[in-house]
Nanobody, 118 residues
Framework: QVQLVESGGGLVQAGGSLRLSCAAS????????MAWYRQVPGKQRELVAS???????KYVDSVKGRFTISRDNAKNTMYLQMDSLKPEDTAVYYC????????????WGQGSQVTVSS
């Protein structure tokens, strides 16, 4: 049984910071390519950051330099540090496998709401 539980979202002002957490069970994060996604109502889900088993990270251009993806292997937990937040970062954030087909097969959790005010 695979379960991914997101937490850490909230309401912040533009320029502020948040750190999201993804607690995993039934899957070992250190041996999978994992990612953070975000979705705004009426728009497609967007992959914003990924991390490989070797620790290589990638980011969508809109968050590059502001967001940092990481994981704690001992806790089997993944994080997304978000700095210099902008109103356009407002979305529900999800963690899952970076391969979208595998992510869909696993299913999506509840996600964590991030709201950035002007």
């Amino acid at each position: 049984q695979v379960q991914l539980v997101e937490s850490g979202g909230g309401l912040v002002q533009a320029g502020g910071s948040l750190r999201l957490s993804c607690a995993a069970s039934g899957i070992t994060l250190s041996v999978n390519v994992m990612a953070w996604y975000r979705q705004v109502p009426g728009k497609q889900r967007e992959l914003v950051a990924s991390i490989t088993s070797g620790g290589t990270t990638k980011y969508v251009d809109s968050v590059k330099g502001r967001f940092t993806i990481s994981r704690d292997n001992a806790k089997n937990t993944m994080y997304l540090q978000m700095d210099s937040l902008k109103p356009e970062d407002t979305a529900v954030y999800y963690c899952n496998r970076a391969n979208f087909l595998l992510a869909q097969a696993m299913g999506w959790g509840q996600g964590s709401q991030v709201t950035v005010s002007s």
